[in-house]
């Protein structure tokens, strides 16, 4: 069989997103020849870079940026003009119309990874129309795809009744099966009393990803910093909040890095923070990447009681989940998880035998099966 070319279109930066490397990677040992245009508006004196086949083009950013989209339109429209690829994955709901008009134009297929609910995002919740337009845009061109893929069967579940689908194919937000050769240490490098206690936040720095909560109970924790890995739009309300709560001793911002380093930054934590606060239907499905990279880590996690994650937590018994917004219980579970050292070392061993099915490796087999048997 002859191996076919594949585009990877995503707004956002490639080298900074699990799901998007994966997919890159995974795709390239199979043979296929893959492209990616990606996107970056976020990180401070960034300048388009060109990586082989890989692009990440520079975008400015500010209320109510015209611009911004007319940019971003522009290139993709250009890159998809002149692209011979076989199949488009587009990775988010703002590429999916022009790999849909596109596909039409160079007769090629189109893979939509609908990594959110996007008729539902928690960000656009007090922008209607924004939010209205883009459930408009997903239900115009949904139909026109070769395969729809979620991050949940619960994910699934929704777009094929909202949209009428016969199928969807899950994959989920999982780590590449990968050797973590080096651990990164927190207490050495920052300079950390041997005791303390690390927990760790990674991921886009977002309003309702459980940060002030965490920043609220910080104080009656006994013994522990919080580190955050990561960037996006609130990042600096974020680290303002810190100042006016008097966190700067506690919290501490290391920035974002990219994902081949990652791992290791992971691994030197003693609790992950997936707290994902329940304000859309997006973040009620919610089945975040950090979760899986915190248990393929080692590092035992407290999470939200939302559905999909309490079912991966409570299946494997790799961590805790909590009424987020129940301040005492969060403090309680939290001191107990950091300070139970039986827990700990139970929940530990849980979490690298989950790891041996809980990565992208085995995850991904199904799409290949797909596009071999379609494409």
């Not at 949209?163 to 973590?180: D, Q």
């Not at 920043?215 to 924790?221: A, K, T």
């Not at 290391?254 to 992950?272: I, P």
């Not at 079912?311 to 989940?321: A, F, W």
Request: glycine share 6%; with cysteine; aromatic share 14%.
């Amino acid at each position: 069989m002859n191996k076919k070319s594949v585009l990877i279109i995503f707004l956002g930066n490639f080298f900074f997103d699990s799901r998007a490397t994966n997919f890159y990677k995974s795709l390239t040992d199979r043979g296929y020849a893959v492209e990616v245009i990606s996107f970056d508006w976020l990180t401070k004196d960034f300048k388009t870079q060109k990586k082989g086949d890989i692009s990440v083009y520079k975008l400015k950013k500010v209320f109510f940026s015209i611009g911004f989209y007319f940019k971003f339109a522009v290139i993709i429209s250009f890159k998809l003009l002149l692209s011979k690829t076989d199949l488009i994955f587009a990775e988010d709901v703002y590429t999916l119309p022009f790999a849909v008009i596109f596909s039409k134009i160079k007769k090629s297929k189109v893979f939509y990874d609908s990594r959110e609910v996007y008729g539902h995002l928690a960000g656009l919740k007090r922008r209607e129309k924004l939010q209205a337009f883009w459930g408009w845009v997903e239900k115009n061109c949904i139909n026109s795809v070769n395969l729809v893929i979620t991050t949940g069967e619960m994910d699934s579940k929704h777009i094929e009744e909202e949209y009428g689908l016969p199928g969807t194919m899950v994959i989920r937000n999982l780590p590449f099966n990968a050797e973590i050769k080096e651990t990164f240490n927190f207490r050495k490098q920052l300079n950390f009393e041997r005791g303390k206690k690390i927990l760790l936040y990674q991921g886009v720095i977002l309003h309702g990803r459980g940060l002030e909560i965490i920043f609220d109970i910080m104080p009656e924790l006994k013994d522990c910093v919080l580190i955050i890995l990561g960037d996006g739009e609130h990042k600096e309300y974020y680290e303002d909040l810190a100042k006016k709560k008097k966190l700067e001793d506690k919290v501490f911002f290391l920035g974002k890095f990219k994902q081949e380093e990652l791992l290791k930054y992971t691994a030197g934590a003693d609790v992950g923070l997936a707290i994902i606060e329940n304000l859309s239907l997006s973040y009620y499905f919610a089945l975040p990447n950090k979760m899986f990279e915190y248990i393929y880590c080692g590092v035992p996690v407290l999470a939200s009681n939302l559905p999909q994650m309490k079912s991966i937590i409570e299946k494997y018994n790799v961590g805790i989940c909590v009424d987020a917004e129940n301040k005492n219980d969060t403090i309680l579970q939290l001191n107990n998880l950091l300070y139970n050292n039986e827990l700990m070392n139970e929940l530990k061993r849980n979490c690298h035998l989950a790891a041996a099915e809980l990565n992208w490796n085995v995850e991904i087999t199904k799409l290949f099966t797909f596009i071999e048997e379609n494409i």
